[in-house]
């Protein structure tokens, strides 16, 4: 066995937890809440979180899906002390880079009796599930295999030239566990599951075991998917002589129909999908620390749902945990979100709306000073109106707009009132009266400015609502159509005040010669 088996054996203090995800596409929202369990109690243990790429499962594969869990972890802060990108003294993270690793425990294993030589082909054992399925038999492998020498099994049916390797579990094997979560666990009775498959790379059932001695991993946390191979994965521990770790099953992330998330039905249920949907990390990990787990008790004993992952770690203790699967509910993350938007420092905000604006083709690639100033005012009016960042390419677009350009939205149009034209009239009329300085303003010709949101209001006001005695509620839905070409928009006098009186006017005229 490899030197490293030496000193994986971890001290009293030293916690070591993992997260292990298959590189089989794009990665699941359930590796981020794995992730994310496994990282606070070791931060709060001062132990040490490692992230190792399961990818022994050759015919899934998917050679993009690794980097894309780097990206997505990491764009969630979920950072990992070692791993194959960042390498560690257990290296090497992957799977498909240790198999020289499993072989002499597996040999071990055959050497002791534990572990048999099995020559079934794929279709003698798929024959076998169907004729034990038809006779309501108990499913599992029948051991024909069992005690035969190559040669033996050769001159049967069903032979395979290339062998797998079966652990052969013995009838009083043990059925319970302890489990920090749930206590004394019981699970089925193991059949004699394939540890080394026909093409040399260990099935997960060899490879974790090995790997989470070799690493010295302390607490392995899982999916309660995985309490029915643990009884497995222990008896593997067992019969190699090595310390096994403590288990923690969490429950599994439910949709609100109670079904499992699936990443072939759920759209949620994929890393990437929040990004792409406009979501923030520290929401998406608020949100992920509220499942199976209760928010905590504020001075005023209310519930505090927003958190960050520091004050998470802080408090985090496993008997919190709840084992009834977690509702995964889109509604409760985007309210999140968007106190979670609300709460940001404005330039802050401003800089994670650009690359969305830039997606969508509202800001170029390289924009300009002057663009990136707007953008930062802009973004001042609706960082309280949005609930996610592919929300503001609808509110911006218009300040980035020609105003030759500006298409006027058919509902928007269509709300319209008879006296439209009218009010847009007055509007023209009252704002063309107000004085604006020529060329740049200084700090004395700003104060003789009238172009500002307050004076834009009142000038309004006193035009519409006095003086056409229209109420305040109905007065502006024109200016607002005509100003950003939307029935929802930002807030109009300030949105007028950023576009400029020249822009705002241009508007305004076209929007009222369109009417006749």
């Known amino acids: 066995m490899s030197d490293s088996s030496a000193h994986a054996a971890p001290s009293a203090s030293s916690v070591r937890l993992r997260v292990a995800p298959s590189p089989t596409g794009d990665p699941h929202v359930g590796t981020a809440y794995m992730a994310l369990f496994n990282l606070a109690f070791a931060r709060q243990q001062g132990g040490q979180f490692v992230l190792r790429i399961e990818d022994t499962d050759r015919a899934r594969f998917n050679e993009t899906s690794e980097q894309q869990l780097y990206d997505t972890l990491g764009w969630l802060g979920l950072r990992w002390d070692e791993g194959p990108d960042v390498g560690g003294p257990y290296a090497p993270y992957r799977q498909s880079e240790r198999l020289e690793t499993y072989r002499p425990y ?43 020498t190559r040669e ?98 969490m429950p599994l992330l439910r949709n609100t129909n109670k079904s499992k998330i699936s990443k072939r039905k759920n759209p949620e249920a994929r890393l990437t999908w929040f990004q792409e949907q406009g979501y923030l990390p520290e929401a998406v990990v608020n949100f992920l620390g509220l499942l199976a787990y209760p928010p905590a008790k504020g001075e005023d004993g209310q519930d505090v749902e927003k958190f960050t992952f520091e004050e998470f770690s802080r408090d985090f203790a496993w008997s919190k945990v709840n084992t009834v699967g977690p509702i995964f509910d889109l509604k409760k993350l985007e309210w999140l979100n968007g106190a979670w ?104 010709s700003r104060a003789g400015n009238e172009w500002h949101a307050e004076q834009i209001e009142a000038t309004l006001r006193e035009a519409i609502v006095d003086g056409m005695g229209i109420k305040p509620r109905f007065a502006f839905g024109p200016l607002r159509t005509a100003v950003s070409g939307a029935r929802i928009s930002p807030p109009l006098f300030e949105s007028m005040e950023i576009l400029g009186q020249h822009s705002t006017l241009t508007r305004l005229r076209a929007l009222r010669s369109s009417l006749g």
């Open 106 to 148: 597996v040999d071990k294993l055959i050497e002791d009796g534990h572990a048999y030589y099995c020559w079934c082909s794929t279709e003698r054992l798929t024959a076998m599930r169907e004729k034990q399925q038809k006779l309501k038999l108990p499913t599992g492998y029948d051991r024909l295999c069992v005690g035969k």
């Open 341 to 444: 938007i609300r709460d940001l420092d404005l330039a802050d905000f401003t800089a994670r709306l650009q690359p969305y604006l830039q997606a969508d083709g509202v800001l170029g690639d390289n924009p300009s000073l002057g663009e990136l100033a707007r953008l930062k005012s802009v973004a001042e009016l609706i960082q309280t109106r949005i609930a996610l960042l592919t929300e503001a390419s609808a509110l911006v677009r218009p300040f980035y707009t020609a105003d030759a350009d500006l298409q006027i939205d058919e509902d928007a149009r269509a709300g319209l009132k008879d006296n439209a034209g009218e009010v847009l009239d007055a509007a023209i009329g009252a704002l063309e009266a107000l004085h604006v300085p020529a060329g740049v303003l200084s700090e004395e």
């Open 152 to 249: 033996e099994r050769a001159e049967l049916e069903g032979f395979n030239e290339t062998p797998v390797v079966r652990m052969l579990v013995p009838d009083d094997a043990p059925t319970t566990f302890e489990d920090v979560i749930r206590g004394t666990v019981s699970a089925p009775r193991p059949d004699d599951q394939v540890i080394l498959k026909a093409d040399g790379f260990p099935t997960y059932h060899m490879a974790v075991v090995v790997d989470d001695h070799e690493m010295g991993i302390t607490h392995v946390v899982r999916g309660e998917e995985w309490i029915s191979s643990t009884p497995k994965h222990v008896l593997l521990y067992q019969w190699l002589g090595l310390e096994p770790p403590k288990f923690a099953h």
